[in-house]
């Protein structure tokens, strides 16, 4: 009965380092992943890139437009300043003044729409610069306390592993060698005897193998679980 609790013993000390480990990789596995935030991280530069296009494209077309108007305002100062008298000269400076407020207006609608278009990526770069500021200190917090967890874990499971050395010492190699050769394919390789079924495939045992349960290590006849009945 002795040899039958220490196997038990020994299964729920694997079972939590089971538990354990599995928790230190989950951790492990989120330690140093910034992958959310290179990509919230990318959206911005990209939305800060448009942005920049969009104040040179504004500014060229200002630029251009500015150029216009002087055009634009020489030609008006010809034909109402009255040093022009011919008509024909003066009609075909109209024909052109014409021309001219057309690219004008062509032009300032041009620059509306892009100014549009500006405040809106200016927008969205403001929003996204605020989201990977607040990603980002998430980010470090949440980092701190997954190391925190993960020093936690690791000295739980060192802890556990000197447990289990113990618990080894005090199993037969014959037992032992069974219950690692059960793990392999059924992590819950021993298991209790509660009110006469295995709890491990939940079959109900024999009075032969219940008596058993009660000595040394036997195994269930339906799942092959090693039983411990105390």
């Known amino acids: 009965m002795e040899l039958a609790r220490d196997v038990y013993e020994l299964q ?15 951790v492990e596995s989120r330690l140093g992943d910034d992958r959310e935030i290179a990509q919230v991280g990318a959206q911005v530069e990209a939305t800060l890139g448009k942005r920049k296009c969009l ?38 400076l109209e024909k052109e003044a014409d021309i001219f407020r057309q690219q004008r207006q062509k032009q300032e609608e041009e620059v509306l729409k892009l100014m549009v278009q500006f405040e809106e990526v200016r927008d969205q770069a ?30 739980a499971i060192s802890k556990l592993e000197g447990l289990r050395e113990s618990a080894v010492s005090r199993i037969d190699p014959t037992s032992l060698q069974l219950y690692e050769s059960i793990r ?47």
Do not use: F
């Open 55 to 92: 104040e040179r494209d504004i500014h060229l077309l200002e630029v251009e437009l500015e150029g216009l108007r002087g055009k634009l305002s020489g030609i008006e100062t010809k034909v109402y300043g009255g040093k022009v008298t011919n008509y024909k000269e003066l009609g075909d």
């Open 126 to 155: 403001t929003e996204g610069q605020k989201e990977l500021k607040a990603l980002q200190q998430h980010w470090q917090q949440e980092q701190e306390q997954l190391s925190t967890e993960r020093s936690e874990l690791l000295q």
């Open 184 to 230: 392999q394919s059924r992590p819950q390789a021993a298991v209790r005897v509660e009110q006469g079924r295995c709890q491990g495939c939940r079959v109900a045992l024999s009075m032969n193998e219940i008596q058993k349960a009660r000595g040394g290590v036997i195994q269930c006849s339906s799942c092959g679980r090693i039983l411990y009945s105390g």
């Open 12 to 26: 729920k000390l694997d079972t939590e380092l089971d538990a354990r480990r599995h928790a230190l990789g989950a």
